[in-house]
């Protein structure tokens, strides 16, 4: 890392109908990787959107390479050399891999796309963050949504680059995936490129950052050198409160079966799937990204149709063709890994997002009784920790994290008996995860049964009592709370791949 400044920010502050962020000082060296942390809502999002071009600030100056610097627009800012990878997905669904990627700069001759040379230069950039077994030729939309991201970043680096910009790149990735990501970040460092990278996950950040900079309630509490902050201290400076997490609890009573399922398939991304699930647990599913993880809770709430296979429940056999409906019906919820495409109304309030899955519970004949759920989703509100103006306020509006506290709202309202998890704590802060993880125990504690699919094996091994691994659409091993290591969870995930070996030094 260099002494160079070469981005530097003074003053800045943004106003909606309050301040969001006040007065922040931040400078970015070139040829390092700045951490920025904070709770859902402390600014993060804000501050990166600024410096990116998205958002205009409503305060302060900055400069990039000793000049000022004020784009217009994302287009403006990339121009300069300043770049940004969303927590939400930029892509084009109904176009390729390729012609996201070179979406301006499709090679081309005569008015006509010089198809060959498109897909060569697209299969380099893929290569280069470990997915050139992806047929660029592919449209995004066959794409799971933790290959979505890895083309998302990939897209980004093309072109120029001084100033990199990721929030949440690895919110929806594996370690293979993350490793692959660590090492073009070393690359972009080396040519001297600063990156700001935001993200919840501590073990990452004292991984790849240089140093760590903590916003809280929009402010900048502190900028630290991450080599001697902990993050125990990270975790402090963030909430303001110790989180504990113990990954040596004891394993929750079990009340009888909540779910079987008997040879469950769908072509080759879920393949004769077998598990039972019990009242009281939580079930965890671990697996590389396109392993199956997603489309087997897909298959389960009837999102997508089964080639073969029963689903049990305690008193009752779903239908072979069953609907999302039916699942909601009989008893089973899913908070899905894509809140905005599958999990939310973006225009619609949190009110009503959180009661739409129940709304028998909160009218009497078809009338809504306004008083009673207002009341409910206010308790919600304040047991997860949303931020927000009201709970009027559009769920388009809110942080990543907290519109994820919406999808989960929703089901502790509809109070299923089986809940499913796709990536519940994406993009969710360290303190709002413990009060999800909280919630949940209380869920299991009430005898409700939970599968919950997660990229974080650390975050499985805290809160799971077992762990089912998926490998090429195969469950290959499930393994109970104290039989595991994290060796052996990757050593099963990589076990249906022959071609990839896995090293004994592994860390996350």
Known sequence: MTSSALFHASGIGKHYAGPVLQHIDLTLHAGEVLALTGENGAGKSTLSKIIAGLVDPSSGVMLLDGKDYRPENRKSAEQQGVRMVLQELGLIPTLTVAENLLLDRLPHRGGFIRKHELLALAFDQMKTIGLGHIDPDTPVSQLGIGHQQMV?????????????????????????????????????????????????????????????????????????????????????????????ESLDRPRRPVDGVALTLNRLSRGQSVRDVSLTLHKGEILGVAGLVGSGRTELLRLIFGADRSDQGDIHLTDKVLPARHSPADAVKAGIGLVTEDRKAQGLLLSQSIRVNATIANLGDVSIRSWLQTAK??????????????????????????????????????????????????????????????????????????????????????????????????SAGKLVTILERGQWSQQSLLEAAFSEYSSVQVTEDVSH
């Open 373 to 470: 759920e207002m009341n409910i989703v206010n308790r919600m509100r304040d047991l997860l920790g949303i931020r927000s103006q009201s709970i009027e306020q559009t769920t388009g509006e809110l942080s990543g994290g907290n519109q994820q506290k919406v999808v989960f709202a929703r089901w502790i309202h509809r109070n299923c008996d089986i809940l499913l998890l796709d990536e519940p704590t994406r993009g969710v802060d360290i303190g709002a995860r413990a009060d999800i993880y909280q919630e949940m125990d209380n869920m299991a504690a009430s005898g409700k049964a939970l599968l919950m699919v997660s990229s974080d094996l650390r975050e499985l091994m805290t809160v799971c009592d077992r762990i089912a691994v998926m």
């Open 152 to 244: 998302e970043i990939a897209r980004n680096l093309v072109g120029n680059c001084k100033v990199l910009i990721l929030d949440e790149p690895s919110a929806m990735l594996t370690d293979r995936e993350v490793e692959h990501l660590f090492e073009q970040i070393g690359k972009l460092k080396a040519r001297g490129v600063g990156i700001i990278y935001i993200s919840h996950r501590l073990d990452e950040l004292t991984k790849i950052a240089d140093r760590v900079t903590v916003l809280r309630d929009g402010h900048l509490i502190e900028t630290l050198p991450m080599a001697s902050t902990s993050q125990d201290e990270i975790v402090r400076l963030m909430v303001g409160k110790d989180v504990q």
